[in-house]
Every structure is written in structure tokens, then in C-alpha cells.
């Protein structure tokens, strides 16, 4: 990356990032507005990956599934089973209608990228709205940014090892562990410090944010994968260039969307006491 790409990546992170704080501390419609356009960015632009591999789903379609399950996870009534049955057979009825290429994989193409962001999105919104919502999703979130932050400089001066080349040649197993590392302390210590803001009565912990963080570290990488597998499919470096110097809002959001699930399921367990 020259130095010219590094100081846009550095400006972009500058101005975004306390933004998004500043809507994740807001949350309520504020941060499901932020969830909701990251998404249908990252749709349009799932949808137009597939497309240069021959595809043609229906982005309209797909798009209004992912909102359909947001919507779902923020507002009080059931929309789930009714939407849900008008997208599944809507996308199949417009399939047969506007037979294109492949129509079979173009109808499983439009549910699963809607259902996909859709359902990890809907985590996200769901993580928010806990008990200590706030503080559980700045710690969930960042931790993403703390094992890549460790993976990065262990990877670049030690590593040795490919993790996956055919898919993202930079990552290595040594950047890797040491992720998982990086991750888990300093998520930790982050909890530690958000234990202060949430008060004596959050179950929320340094230990908890240690378990978390490390989980998050080891099983989150699999979301950058899965895209960079669609982006080596299709020969692109890039999701799209929405976000000076990162890329597309998918590139953005792959590993978040993991992190999002872990974390909602995650303080689910831990404030239910099933271990208890």
C-alpha cells in the first residue's frame, strides 16, 4: 500500500469512526439508520459480485429481506413469518417471470444474500437493544479491530505460514494466534474500562470481555474469508469503493456481521445463568 493510500485509509478512519461511536452511544433509530445503510450497501454490492460471475439476482428483493429482518429485530410486532413467506415466494414468482441465466440459483442467490445481512444485521440491532446495550456493543465491536490490529504487525514481521492463500494471501497462522491474543487481552481490559460507565449492577466484566474478544478473534476471520472467497471468485480486489481507502461497505461489515452474532448469543448465555 503506498503512502498516498495510507494517509486516505488513515483520514477516512479519522472521520468515520466517531460517527459511528457517536450513533452506537445514540443508538435507537439512529443506529438501526447506520446498520440499515451499511447493509443495503453491502447487498447492492454482494449483488453486483455475483453479477460479474454471471448471476442476476433480484437486488431489490434481497434488500427488502435484510430490512425485513432489521425491522423485525427493532420493532414490537411479529413481521417475521408473513414477510418472510412474501419474500420467499415473491423471489420465486419474479424468477419464473424474468428467467435469466440461471433462475434456480439466481432465486437462492437473492434470499440468501438478504437473509445473510439480514439475520447478522438484526444481531446487531438485537445486541444494542440489551441491558447495557452500549457498553456490550463497544466491547463486541472494537474487538474486531484490536486482534486484527495484533494480527497485523505479528503477521507482517513473523509471519511465515499461510492461513489462506488462495483466498487472502496477507493473512498467516502466526498473525493469527497472535490476533486471538491481542484480541482477547485487550478486549478485556476495554471491558474493564467500560465496567466503570455501565455501573455496579452490569454482569459485564473484564474476564467477560477477555472470553468474548477471544471467541470473536478466533471465529470472526471466517466472515473476511467468506467474502474474500466471492471477491476471488469474481477476480476483484474490492467490494466496491464506497469508503476512500477500504474499499466497499461489505468489505466493512464481513468480520462486524460475526462479531455481531457472537456477541448478542454471547451476553444471551452469560444473563440467562445457564451455567449457573
Known sequence: ???????????????????VIGLIYLGGVAFLALVTLLLTLAEVEFCD??????????????????WLLLMDAYLPVDLLRPGLALLLLGSLAWQIFHRQGAPVANWALTVTGGLYLGICGACLIN??????????????????MLADTGAYFV?????????APTLSPGKTWEGYVAGIISGGLLTGLLAS??????????????????FLGSIIAI?????????????????VKDSGNIIPGHGGALDRVDSVLWAAV???YYVQIVSSNIFN
Not at 500500500?1 to 460517527?19: H, K
Not at 459480485?49 to 435484510?66: C, E, Q, S, T, Y
Open 1 to 19: 500500500m503506498c503512502i498516498r493510500d495510507r494517509r486516505t485509509r488513515l483520514l477516512t478512519a479519522i472521520i468515520l469512526i466517531p460517527i
Open 262 to 264: 457472537i456477541g448478542y
Open 219 to 235: 471465529l470472526a476471520p471466517l466472515g473476511d474469508l467468506g467474502v474474500s472467497m466471492i471477491k476471488r471468485t469474481v477476480e
Open 127 to 144: 445486541l444494542r437493544e440489551q441491558t447495557d446495550g452500549l457498553w456490550w456493543t463497544m466491547t463486541s465491536i472494537p474487538s474486531i
Open 49 to 66: 459480485l455475483v453479477a460479474k460471475d454471471g448471476f442476476r439476482p433480484n437486488v431489490v428483493l434481497g434488500i427488502g429481506g435484510m
Open 155 to 163: 503477521g507482517r514481521v513473523w509471519g511465515r505460514h499461510k492461513m
Open 193 to 210: 474500562l467500560w465496567c466503570i460507565g455501565a455501573g455496579p449492577d452490569t454482569i459485564l466484566t473484564g474476564w467477560h470481555g477477555f
